[in-house]
């Protein structure tokens, strides 16, 4: 099975702090994802990548900037925490013909 | 843009059937989803319907497509307590990239 791996489940981290998320996958797949998940928004993406050192924003990409120097990893950045970026990150990348995604486990990130 | 739109709240007693509706505004979808979230864990594929089909059946899984009113529907049957999840339907975007669009999610709650 494919796995999509998230380093860390829970972060606390403080206003102002650069944060890194890092997202793994072992299945060689073009194809990355980043979310943030919120209560009655459902999935937002944040940004994408389709290739190595190739990056695309996605809906609500302000604040967030994205690394991908490897094709297995695809690492999320917060330049400068706030905390109304306090939510749940999901990382995804393609699965299958059918385009369905694979996601990590998620992180919860509170910015205090 | 793109919307996919749930209901946020499903009740249902142990044993009965459950069903979770979307709407989706892309006409362009080749294949729509359902994916099941469980609590503190990523989202995870159940089912996926092609657009081309009305009707899919996967175990206790049944979904509907009405592709002229962009209606979806999951249908689980003899719902058990380990069904308790959040629901999100997503809509898999024709073009490059293989983004999904998700709607907001339905959590459904099985009561004895």
């Known amino acids: 099975d494919v796995k999509v791996t998230q380093s860390s489940r829970y972060l606390v981290k403080r206003t102002g702090e650069k944060v890194f998320l890092e997202c793994v996958q072992d299945?060689?797949?073009?194809?990355m994802f980043w979310y943030r998940q919120d209560p009655g928004l459902g999935l937002r993406l944040i940004y994408f990548s389709y290739d190595v050192k190739m990056k695309e924003k996605g809906d609500i990409p302000e604040g967030y900037s994205v690394s991908r120097e490897k094709k297995e990893r695809f690492s999320l950045i917060l330049e400068s925490a706030s905390t109304n970026q306090t939510s749940m990150y999901l990382c995804?990348?393609?699965?299958?013909?059918?385009?369905?995604?694979?996601f990590g486990s998620g992180t919860r990130l509170t910015v205090v | 843009g793109e919307d996919v739109e749930q209901s946020l709240f499903l009740s249902v007693r142990e044993g009965d059937s459950s069903v979770i509706n979307c709407t989706y505004t892309?006409?362009?979808?080749?294949?729509l989803y359902w994916y099941k979230q469980e609590p503190g864990a990523g989202l995870q594929l159940l089912t996926y319907i092609f657009s081309n089909m009305d009707m899919k059946q996967d175990q206790r899984l049944t979904v509907l497509l009405n592709k002229k009113d962009k209606h979806l529907s999951l249908r689980i049957a003899d719902t058990q307590t380990g069904d308790s999840a959040i629901y999100f339907c997503?809509?898999?975007?024709?073009?490059?990239?293989?983004?999904?669009?998700f709607g907001a999610g339905t959590r459904l709650a099985v009561h004895p």
């Open positions: 892309d006409s362009s979808s080749t294949y």
């Open positions: 997503a809509d898999g975007l024709e073009g490059g990239y293989n983004k999904l669009i």
């Open positions: 995804a990348s393609i699965s299958s013909d059918v385009g369905g995604y694979t």
């Open positions: 299945m060689d797949h073009e194809n």
